[in-house]
C-alpha cells in the first residue's frame, strides 16, 4: 500500500533542531534589534499606498520600526518553510538515494534552492509589512514568485535527461534550471510594477496544479495525492482569510490574529504541502534518475 510518505517523524532529529533551533534565534536576534532601535527607521523611504491608506485590517503605528505586528512577524513561518527545505536538501546531498526516489530528493540543489526562496519571500513580506514602504512591496511582491517557480522547475526537471553531454562530458540540468529561476525573478522583480501579481501568481499555481493533474496518469511514477489536496486546501482557507481581513470583516485591527497574518501562514503551510507532495514521489522504473548536487 502506497505510504503518506514525508511526515516530520520519518526526518532526522537534527533536521528539526536545526530548523527550529534557527528560527528562535533569528526571533530573538529580531526582538531584541527593534527593542534597542524603538523608533521608526523609515523615515526618508518612499512610501507605499498601504502606510497612509490600509489595504488590510491591522492598525498601522507609522512611528515604529515594525508599522504592522502581526502581518509582519506571521512572515516567519515561510523562513520556517525554508528552513527545512535547506536541512532537507542538504541531507540528500549527504545520503545516496535509492534509484526508486523522486526527481527531488535525487537534486538536493533543487531543495537548496526551494529553501533560499521560501527565507527569500519571508524577508521581503517581512520586510515590506515592517516598513510599510514601496520597494518592500516592490521585493514582498517579487519573492512570492520565486517558492513557485522552483516548483515550476521541479516538473521541468523531471520531463528531460538528468544531463546533457558537452564535449562527451555531462552537464548537470539543474544548473540550467536553477539559473531559470534566479533569472525569471530578477526579471519579475525589476518589472514588478508593469504586470498584474494576481495574473502572474494566478498563472505559476495553474502550471504547477497542471503537472498536479497529470502525474495521476503517469505510469512510471506515483506521488502521493494527499499532500497536493492539504495544499490547496490551505490555499483556499489562506485566500479566504485574506479577502475577509481586505473587507475588515475578520478580526479587531489591533488584535494579535489578523486574517493577512494568517494568509502568510496558511500559504506557507500550503509550500510545505506542496514540497512534500514532490518528495513523495517513487519511481516504478529502476533505473531511477542520476543527477544531484
Sequence with gaps: MFRFYAGWHQWPLWVHVFSWGTLICLTVALVGITNVVGHNVWNGWRESSGLRHPTYTEQVFIENVIRTRANTWSNLAYILVGLYSLALGWHDLKQSPSNRSGYLIQTPALSLTFGVACCYLGIGSGLFHASLTRVGQQIDVAAMYTPLLTLCVVNIGREIPAAWHVR?????????????VAAASWLLFVYKWSMSSLIVLSSLIAVIGVS????????LRRLDLRWGAMSLAMLVAAVACRELDIAKRFSHPTAWIQGHAMWHVLTSLSLACIYCYYRSEINSSSKGISDGL
Design 168 to 180: 562527451l562530458r555531462p552537464f548537470p540540468i539543474w544548473i540550467l534550471l536553477i539559473a531559470l
Design 212 to 219: 498536479l493533474i497529470a502525474d495521476q496518469f503517469q505510469t
